[in-house]
């Protein structure tokens, strides 16, 4: 009895490891081993990015031309998130860079070198294979690679590198590009927020606008903020209070725009100095998302 016992154990063991290998070939992409490190498979038609990222300067809206050097500086976050950064200041193109990479990356085992074509990477990026994108690409790699920062996301903490490594082959165009496996902690269920990629490229160059689209993307219940705050997470350039807040307005009016274009209710008004923000997600967004008010910081 014990030994019929144990072999009707053993098949149904077999069984539900053969129904778990079923179930992940029918993933998109090559079916991994159930004890690698992955990212979260989200959908083709949404980003994924770490809510800390969303909700601080890191991926600023910042005006072209020269790029400052941060040398060890705390950035503007909401309360609750610490991001301390060495290197170029980072963009909202960077973003669309690193964005990219992460949804090549989640088919396969992170921290594994992953290997993508320039091509493929533009057109991801919605943008045309031509010389000028590839070397706005390897210049974007470049700045994502040779940085470092402290990340402190709720229990979580990272300290590294956006990028671990980077090489192309020069003739076929080929990267080899490697994630350190000890971000996977930043995109734990509840630390991540999936962005709808159509708005954020309608958005294409405006950086503010994208900024703002993914900072209230990251909010299930955007809470009234002020302007200068809303400038000052954004990593804003411009010491013009005016101007400053007439780009916010025009800025606001895009997503407003881009978003109901798209089926992604977004509304806002100001009275006084607060914006006020209410939205609607719909389509393929499951997010993770925050809905208690938390007080700016940096």
Same mark, same amino acid.
């Given at each position: 009895m014990n030994t019929a016992h144990a072999l009707l154990s053993r098949v149904d063991e077999i069984r539900a490891l053969a129904r778990e290998r079923e179930k992940r070939a029918s993933l998109p992409g090559v079916p991994l081993p159930l004890n690698v490190t992955q990212l979260?498979?989200?959908?083709?038609?949404v980003r994924a990015v770490?809510? @800390?990222? *969303?909700?601080?300067?890191?991926?600023?809206?910042?005006?072209?031309?020269? $790029?400052?050097?941060?040398?060890?500086?705390d950035l503007a976050a909401i309360d609750g998130i610490t991001i301390r950064y060495k290197g170029e200041r980072l963009d909202q193109g960077d973003l669309d860079v690193w964005? @990219?990479? *992460?949804?090549?990356?989640?088919?396969?085992?992170?921290?594994?070198?992953? $290997?993508?074509?320039?091509?493929?990477?533009?057109?991801?990026?919605?943008k045309t294979d031509t010389g000028k994108n590839r070397a706005t690409l390897q210049a974007r790699?470049?700045?994502l690679v040779a940085n470092a920062l402290t990340v402190k996301q709720g229990r979580h903490s990272y300290i590294g590198s956006l990028i671990a490594f980077a090489a192309k082959d020069e003739k076929t165009q080929e990267w080899v590009i490697e994630l350190?496996?000890?971000?996977?902690?930043?995109f734990a269920s509840d630390q991540f927020t999936q962005i709808e990629w159509a708005v954020r490229r309608a958005l294409d160059g405006h950086q503010l606008a994208q900024w703002l689209h993914g900072f209230y993307a990251s909010h299930a219940k955007p809470f009234p903020m002020r302007m200068e705050t809303l400038l000052k997470l954004a990593g804003s350039e411009d010491s013009n209070p005016r101007s400053a807040q007439q780009t916010l307005r025009k800025a606001l009016d895009a997503v407003a725009e881009a978003s109901e274009a798209r089926g992604e209710g977004f509304s806002y008004a100001i009275r006084g100095d607060l914006v006020h923000v209410k939205k609607r997600a719909t389509g393929a967004q499951r997010r993770h998302l925050i809905s208690k008010p938390r007080?700016?910081?940096g």
């Open positions: 979260p498979l989200w959908p083709e038609p770490p809510n @800390s990222f *969303l909700r601080s300067a890191l991926f600023g809206a910042i005006a072209k031309g020269r $790029r400052r050097y941060i040398n060890g500086e964005e @990219s990479v *992460l949804h090549v990356v989640r088919l396969q085992e992170l921290g594994s070198q992953c $290997r993508v074509t320039s091509y493929a990477l533009l057109k991801l990026m919605g790699i470049e700045r350190d496996a000890r971000l996977r902690p930043l007080k700016p910081r």
